[in-house]
Nanobody, 123 residues
């Protein structure tokens, strides 16, 4: 079992940047693929980006390619999401999740979820 805690959300203007962090408990963090999801009011939760257990493989939603970057530091049990060139449509609650298949793919089964952190981008 993992406990995931997101941080780093906030309010920025269009074109700004934020760096989200997801701190995980547990000695088996290295075994998990990790993903970031987001959900806006009235919208379904959507996959944003994922990373494999090793950090070698990544998966990005088309809407964020070239703007967002995922990375992880297994020694620190932490995954990061660097968000640049933010747009109002990026406004959502962002959730960190863990995938025990280790792949961090969009259709992986994510078993553990953080509480979410709000990102608001003003126009």
């Amino acid at each position: 079992q993992l406990q995931l805690i997101e941080s780093g959300g906030g309010s920025v203007q269009t074109g700004g940047s934020l760096r989200l962090s997801c701190a995980a408990s547990g000695r088996t963090f290295r075994s998990y693929g990790m993903g970031w999801f987001r959900q806006a009011p009235g919208k379904e939760r959507e996959f944003v980006v994922g990373i494999s257990w090793s950090g070698v493989l990544t998966s990005y939603a088309d809407s964020v390619k070239g703007r967002f970057t995922i990375s992880r530091d297994n020694a620190k049990n932490t995954v990061f999401l660097q968000m640049n060139s933010l747009k109002p449509e990026d406004t959502a609650v962002y959730y960190c999740a863990a995938d025990n298949t280790g792949r961090g793919k969009p259709q992986s089964e994510y078993q553990y979820w953080g509480q979410g952190t709000q990102v608001t981008v003003s126009s």
